[in-house]
């Protein structure tokens, strides 16, 4: 069930809005340093990049391409956040931590320490929350005492789920039908 739910949590995957990836990404910071022999772009100071209904915010950005073209970012924030509408769905999943790194070869999404990732009324807690979407594995991880917070307080893994709505039944009368 939490893998379920993990898989629906992590950002620009299995879930996101489909359209987001063939819409442009915007950036804005205070600086930019770019390194065109590296294939590096560095952004410091206030970071917003948008791309469609993605959102992440944080205080630096690094992104790199590797030599097949893929895109590899890191940002770093006091904390950083996402935040992406959920593919056909009027729902947003958000989550946050003080690193997120994503791997756009493998398709893979890393939040440290202090994390956390929310789909609807769905949350879990940990100090590392990763999610592989092309192996559709998820892992939370604590980091015990050290990594406490005021929603996990001891440093343990917290998650809450919700229970599923069932829906209406068809024909059925209304509750308040006599």
């Known amino acids: 069930m939490l893998l379920g739910m993990l898989s629906g949590l992590m950002p620009g995957l299995v879930h996101a809005e489909k359209a987001d990836r063939e819409k442009p990404i915007e950036l804005e910071a205070d600086s ?68 997120i790194e994503y791997d756009g070869r493998m398709d893979k999404v890393q939040l440290f320490t202090k994390a956390w990732v929310k789909r609807g009324e769905d949350i879990v807690h940990g100090d590392y929350i990763m999610y592989d979407a092309n192996a559709e594995y998820a892992e939370v991880i604590s980091g015990g005492s050290q990594s406490a917070t005021p929603a996990t307080p001891n440093g343990r893994v917290r998650a809450v789920i919700q229970p599923k709505k069932k829906p209406a039944t068809e024909g059925a009368p209304a509750a308040d039908t006599p």
């Open 32 to 99: 930019v340093q770019v390194n065109d022999a590296k294939k590096t772009s560095t952004y410091v100071g206030n970071v917003i990049l948008t791309q469609g209904t993605l959102i992440i915010k944080g205080d630096k950005l690094v992104v790199r391409e590797d030599k097949e073209g893929f895109q590899h970012s890191t940002s770093y924030g006091n904390p950083t956040t996402f935040k992406q509408k959920r593919d056909g769905k009027n729902e947003y999943m958000e989550g946050s931590g003080q690193r």
